[in-house]
């Protein structure tokens, strides 16, 4: 039995100028599958988590989620489909004005109007789950370390555990075993909330752990694609330079 | 290098930058009008842009009018016509100098904070996050700035006209020989309810401009530090310029 997929792309175009980011990238992600895109940097992995995401209008092509198309909604409409995600950002994207709680409960209290002391008990549940003791809930962003700041956005992305979980680098500028503790975190709550989940990364450690599937991205297209076990043995140079992390091979690094 | 071209890329640059900011104060009006409030943040911004700029506005207003007092008598002193300083530092005062000083004052302090802070949260990422927390960056943001803005900034004026006129009437008794009773007898009967009500209204305008410029700027702030540097320096100098614009165009339909 086919089922649609969670998330469909398709002939998706993006161009900056005269820079053409995207160049007809097809995609599907089927519901409950952790999926991974890995690309060097500027190949267009992070615009395409943007377009998913609606913070970016593409130029061309589909992006349907749960078969609704996304790319022409109105604000209203955008905001409803938002509900179904939860981001996880690079840098964590924590509001610095805001205590860790209220930063883990702002979409609670903002967008669904959860009265504030329920959206607490939430959040710190939320927190819980990340392993962050209730005692950071009243401290501010700036006073985590850079791996509790990505725990934070973790436990912000999955307070309502949503359908689609997205991650933009998630273990970039860790330490290697913070790296790991996040690595882990991001499978455990994927696999216990059921959720489908696009995480992009340059991190191949990382991307062993977390995806179901890997799709490699250059030149602003989707070159190759299978399961995570296939990775080492894909037969595709391209993978392969970028697997090897080899300075030799088709991908020109030096070419600017 | 063609010469016309130059030109006719800078008109189009300029046309390219009227039509952003519209839109975006269009937005942010928008934003102004409609629910959801957020009136927590309203709150927090009246703080922020009002009662933190209250020594700014009271300094500049204060020396304003003294200084306005002491040129009057001087150049009053001419014609024999040194009786008028209490009118001519009111009216001045109230509709021009409070007005205009106090919003150029605010124009640094708060188009510049604001724009830091937004072009901070725009390269940070933290506007997009918002943005997928199903939350309206112009909603929670912008229309809190603007509102607060636009409550906030004729009540500073207000202040700034009562201790402009105060250091007029400081000067005009302690140096000048005015008596003090004499004074603001005079100031009172001389100034009316629409010199005062021109300069408020002015302030709300100017208001308008300073949170707009500072949001603007700081929404499509660069990346990195001198991204968002560059985005606090045009925020202060388009708001200032605005400010005279508007004044004179104001001033124009209120004379």
């Known amino acids: ?256 | 290098m063609n010469p016309l071209a130059s030109i006719g890329r800078a008109s189009l640059g300029m046309s390219r930058t009227t039509g952003r900011v519209a839109l975006f104060a269009w937005h942010c009006f928008l934003a102004m009008i409609r629910p959801p409030w957020f009136f927590g943040q309203i709150w927090r911004q009246i703080l922020g842009i009002g009662f933190y700029s209250l020594p700014v506005v009271g300094l500049t207003a204060v020396f304003t009018g003294a200084a306005l007092a002491l040129n009057i008598y001087t150049g009053g002193a001419r014609f024999n016509a040194e009786s008028f300083v209490p009118n001519i530092v009111g009216i001045g005062i109230t509709r021009e100098l409070g007005p205009v000083l106090a919003s150029l004052m605010l124009a640094g302090r708060v188009s510049a904070a604001i724009a830091a802070e937004i072009g901070a949260m725009k390269v940070t990422e933290q506007i997009d996050a918002m943005r997928t927390l199903s939350t309206d960056p112009f909603r929670y943001l912008f229309a809190p700035r603007l509102i607060a803005a636009l409550i906030v900034v004729p009540m500073l004026v207000l202040i700034a006209d009562i201790i402009g006129i105060f250091g007029g009437f400081a000067v005009a008794t302690q140096s000048l020989g005015f008596n003090g009773a004499l004074y603001v007898r005079n100031t009172m009967d001389f100034i009316t309810s629409w010199d005062v009500g021109s300069g408020l209204i002015k302030a709300a305008v100017f208001g308008f401009i300073i949170a707009l410029m500072g949001c603007y700027h700081g929404y499509v702030s660069g990346r990195g530090a001198q991204g968002v540097g560059r985005a606090t320096t045009n925020a202060v100098v388009s708001a200032a310029i605005l400010i005279f614009a508007s004044n004179y165009l104001l001033t124009s339909l209120f004379v």
Not at chain 1, 56 to 64: A, E, H, K, L, V
Not at chain 1, 99 to 116: C, G
């Open chain 1, 1 to 256: 039995m086919n089922s649609d997929p969670k998330i469909s792309i398709s002939n998706l175009h993006k161009s900056f100028g005269s820079n053409k980011v995207l160049q007809g990238v097809e995609l599907d992600v089927d519901a409950g599958k952790s999926l991974v895109v890995i690309g060097g940097s500027g190949t267009g992995k992070s615009v395409l988590l943007k377009c998913i995401l609606g913070l970016m209008r593409p130029d061309q092509g589909s992006i349907r989620i749960d078969g609704e198309e996304t790319t022409r909604l109105s604000q209203k409409n955008r905001a409803r489909v938002a509900g179904k995600f939860g981001m996880l950002f690079q840098g964590g994207a924590l509001f610095d004005s805001l205590s860790i709680w209220e930063n883990v409960a702002f979409r609670l209290i903002h967008a669904d109007h959860i009265p504030r002391d329920k959206a607490k008990e939430m959040a710190l549940q939320a927190m819980a789950r990340v392993n962050l003791a209730e005692r950071n809930a009243d401290l501010s962003p700036a006073e985590l370390s850079g791996g509790m700041q990505k725990r934070v956005g973790l436990a912000r992305a999955i307070v309502t555990r949503p359908q689609i979980l997205f991650f933009d680098e998630p273990t970039t500028g860790l330490d290697p075993i913070t790296a790991d503790v996040i690595n882990r975190l991001i499978r455990e709550q994927v696999t216990d909330l059921g959720a489908t989940a696009i995480s992009i990364t340059h991190d191949m450690e990382s991307a062993r752990h977390i995806a179901d599937e890997i799709a490699m991205i250059f030149q602003g297209k989707i070159i190759w694609r299978g399961p995570a076990k296939d990775i080492d043995h894909s037969g595709n140079p391209y993978v392969e330079q970028f697997v090897t992390a080899s300075a030799e091979g088709p991908i020109d690094v030096m070419g600017g």
